[in-house]
């Protein structure tokens, strides 16, 4: 994982799942129905180090990606932020600058260091081979989430702040990029060797507000991360971008480029970094020949290129782990 | 409108908004109220025609579009669908091969007749300057659907057909291309003069999927109808598509192409096409200086090639109508 991230490519790609720890697995679901809450299990150490290395243990992947959720953030900010069954994250919406201005940015450790706590266990239990992958949402996303008050089809709430308020909108903008920051360190400090961002909703925006709310923000962010953590490489992932995937590449200072499902693998090594994706996760559902044949496409897409294997977005809920199995198997037997 | 669609640049552009009639209109709703349920609305022609002119009254913009569904074709096959207050369509899911058999294309015309009605008092009623156009939903949004029972997040039904039942996958495809192409025939046979082919959910496909259900469908459907009226023109609209625009736009043969929000104006008049497109609603929802400074950087991004101004997504239900005067006045003053 640490060579492909270095620009090495291998005969076989390293190898993880998005959402590999989660309710696909029976193991999983076993901890989770004894935990009142999901943010309960996010900030209950031995729980999170538990279920990040379940699919470690049952797949054998070559990353283990902390158990966590990107709305800790807003949580640690002092947002209520809760998971009603079934339905999704829900928060208090912000809404107004009042609102912004009672956000503590000083204070997100002390709500974070079960989290950091997490990494130091996983940091000691995994194999060394098993990179530590730790991770946070991206500015634009989380304050999607903060000013919507959970998701969103459309971010017309989000977007109207965005576009008619740009400077209340910024003011929320530059306390998740310093938090953000402060809180990636964090996880560094603890023993994480790689850090993602995800940006699950970057693609909803036009190409100027995406120069604007997406690619400089993500700049930003992954300037502080460097000045403390030069070393450590930064996956970023701009879900949905498109076209605007090209810019993102090639002007944030990323290390590497998760891929959406819809990205051209052969499009994307175009621009010289590092790529990680990009199988629809529509495919493990059914499992089978029609999966990894998509596998072996996936793959082959990527050419000379150094890359990650990954899905396009998380698995899904229902999939069936010997489905992971079997594609497992297809990605270790492959040869470039 | 015309004249932009057969490639002249025109000193201002012509003008009409997706979902330019319904719901952000008080006139709509003053109707609506009293009608039991959507359909209605789209099988009662005397209806139908009068929420298709009141945004041609109130703005005056160069198209009317015919009020209708893309659902109306599953309907007309013979699929049962509803639409549940405040929840989106609702359909009783295709399951297996004896639905898909069960589907009766051959009496589609009985069922939609009053869509023609509908259309031919428009072609009567509208202003000679005023186009009029009629649409469909293209082939693969309006099976996943037909699959999925109505609107989806992740399309994992509808996409584990098409991924690992190819074949069953294509025999519904199959039946929607002939239906869709038929159905749009009869509406110019009634008096339509443009036809626009939404392509809704597009962008979920990846590269080579998206050859498959998209591009191919999409050029046969043309094709067909082409047969009939070679000379009326086409807008496809395969919203989200994001990279995969040019190969719809160079291989389709739709003859201009609907602009999503995120698409970058000057990469899409490389296509060679006329455009249609492509503000965010968001910003008629704020209205005021952010939503003129952006519906003109939508304009200047067209640089010298014919476009008609659109929004990327149909205009949200809670825009104020005088947003939309405003934003005409913008459009009508813009010299290029």
């Given at each position: 994982m640490l060579s492909a991230l270095s620009g090495e490519a291998a005969k076989t790609p390293p190898l993880w799942l998005m959402r590999q720890a989660g309710r696909?697995?029976?193991?999983?679901?076993?901890?989770?129905?004894?935990?009142?809450?999901?943010?309960?299990?996010?900030?209950?150490?031995d729980l999170a180090t538990e279920v990040t290395l379940q699919p470690i243990r049952r797949f054998g992947f070559d990353a283990a990606i902390l158990f966590s959720d990107i709305l800790v953030v807003p949580?640690?900010?002092?947002?209520?932020?809760w998971f009603a069954e079934g339905e999704g994250p829900k928060l208090v919406p912000l809404r107004n600058s009042a609102d912004i201005d009672r956000l503590q940015p000083d204070a997100i450790h002390e709500t974070l260091s079960p989290v950091y706590q997490t990494v130091r266990n996983l940091s000691k239990a995994l194999p060394s081979e098993t990179t530590l992958i730790g991770f946070a949402g991206a500015p634009w996303t989380v304050a999607t989430y903060m000013i919507e008050g959970g998701s969103s089809r459309d971010f017309f709430i989000a977007k109207s702040w965005a576009y008619s308020e740009p400077e209340r909108f910024q003011a929320l903008i530059d306390i998740l990029v310093d938090a953000t920051a402060q809180y990636l360190i964090e996880q560094v400090?603890?023993?994480?060797?790689?850090v993602q961002l995800f940006d699950s909703w970057a693609g909803v925006l036009?190409?100027?507000?995406f120069r604007r709310w997406v690619i400089e923000p993500t700049t930003r962010l992954a300037a502080l991360f460097r000045a403390i953590h030069p070393d450590i490489p930064i996956i970023g992932f701009p879900r949905g971008a498109g076209l605007n995937y090209e810019a993102y590449a090639a002007e944030t200072g990323v290390t590497a480029i998760g891929l959406d499902t819809t990205i051209s693998g052969a499009w994307a090594t175009q621009f010289g970094l590092p790529v990680q994706g990009n199988l629809d996760p529509a495919y493990i559902l059914c499992g089978g020949e029609s999966m990894v044949?998509?596998?072996?496409?996936?793959?082959?897409?990527?050419?000379?290129?150094?890359?990650?294997?990954?899905?396009?977005?998380?698995?899904?809920?229902?999939?069936?782990?010997e489905h992971v199995t079997e594609l497992v198997a297809t990605v270790r037997s492959w040869r470039r």
């Open positions: 696909f697995l029976p193991e999983y679901r076993a901890i989770r129905a004894d935990v009142p809450s999901f943010l309960d299990m996010c900030y209950t150490p949580d640690a900010l002092g947002q209520e932020v400090n603890a023993g994480a060797e790689v036009p190409e100027k507000m044949a998509a596998a072996r496409r996936v793959m082959d897409s990527f050419g000379d290129a150094p890359f990650i294997f990954n899905l396009g977005h998380g698995v899904n809920k229902d999939t069936p782990p």
